[in-house]
């Protein structure tokens, strides 16, 4: 189902290198919310246990657990998730498979900024984090970079505006 990538040894194409590489970074409202799981959900079910009984504390024990276990899935995710930029296409690859990529001559004859959409998620001291979303023109899917940095964003930037 999914190919191998895991540049250089396998996943390239004849004559194919890789220009730029990067880890995912974790989606800032993940972390918003994971940590707001985390932190608050004690202070929830001890209000909760007093207040409204046994009963209501379990359901709200669950939906606290699920919070934490998707929380954690997607850190694992973000960590096994790379994002790569060759000279023929970008790619995401997460755990060694190749996940989705876009061919880069798929924006040939049309304007790559109407199908890349980068905004700033968070700032972490001085620097400042992004998320990129490129939607192929072939195809119409999308693929959504995240804990993108300044170079990262430049870079894709340069994609969309070669010129300056």
Known sequence: MFEDFSPPETGL????EVVWSRRAGMAAKMMLGGACCILGSPWILLIASVALGSGITNILLVVVLIGILLTIIELVNSRRTWYYLTT????E???????SEIPLEAFQGVRIDDYLEI??????????FFQARIRNPATGKHMILTGLDEDA???LLKLANPKN
């Open 88 to 91: 023929t296409r970008l790619v």
């Open 93 to 99: 690859a997460r755990g060694g498979l190749l996940r």
């Open 13 to 16: 194409n004849p004559g194919e």
């Open 153 to 155: 964003r430049d870079l």
């Open 119 to 128: 905004k700033s998620t968070y700032r972490e001291g001085a620097a400042y």
